[in-house]
């Protein structure tokens, strides 16, 4: 363990982080001895360490749950109503833009993976209901206050659990909302994608050319006008 310590102006030295070499697992035959390495620190108002993430044995780094990875900033920043844990800030397009990248003779392509489970206990599995929230993609402005403290996002793109769910059959459907032009905002369903592949208007939505004055095609109480 290597730890570090600092005069606290009062009864002497406490520490403010260490860094811990461990075993991780239990060592087997000859030439095997499991490792992780471990950093911990002391937060404001206190000289407890606490794990903040590790490197464990199985080559991967795991940051403590509450914890988070912040590039480009100091500090976590709230957005709709939450403190993500996981956030990228900056103040150009380059050091702003989250990017992922295929490079493989076939046709597999990068993909942003969205996965809900009823269970409570992480990396434990608990059958879904239809009609769950599986996914949202979701954009948020800044109201001069902060990212919009009433939680809702200014457009949003939701995948829901839509049928019977049983084993390798989730069928679901994607939902895109916008906010209203009010104060709260209030975002509203404007066009579903069924899991039969029926698009479909919400009441009061219209499907419109780019002239105003064209003829436009807007469904009221399910019917088309």
Do not use: C
């Not at 990068?110 to 599995?125: D, Q, V, W």
């Amino acid at each position: 363990r290597i730890v570090a310590v600092g005069a606290d102006g009062g009864t002497g030295f406490d520490p403010a982080a260490s860094i811990a070499f461990e075993v991780d697992a239990t060592p087997g035959a000859a030439t095997d001895m499991p490792g992780r390495i471990v950093f911990l620190t002391s937060p404001d108002g206190s000289q407890t360490q606490t794990e903040v993430f590790r490197v464990s044995s199985d080559q991967n780094m795991y940051i403590a749950n509450t914890n988070g990875l912040v590039v480009g900033h100091t500090v976590q920043i709230l957005s709709g109503g939450i403190t993500p844990e996981l956030q990228m800030q900056g103040t150009a397009p380059a050091d702003s833009t989250f990017f992922t990248g295929a490079w493989s003779a076939d046709t597999v392509a990068p993909r942003l993976h969205h996965a809900k489970s009823r269970s409570a206990t992480i990396g434990t599995f608990g059958i879904i209901t239809t009609g769950d929230v599986l996914g949202v993609i979701a954009a948020y402005g800044d109201d001069g206050v902060d990212f919009n403290s009433n939680a809702n996002a200014s457009a949003e793109i939701r995948f829901v659990s839509s049928g019977t769910i049983a084993a390798d059959r989730v069928p679901g459907y994607l939902a895109f909302f916008t906010a209203t032009d009010a104060a709260p905002s209030v975002l509203t369903e404007r066009v579903r994608i069924s899991n039969a592949g029926i698009v479909a208007l919400t009441a009061g939505t219209s499907i419109r050319a780019n002239s105003a004055t064209e003829i436009a095609i807007s469904v009221t109480d399910d019917t088309i006008v």
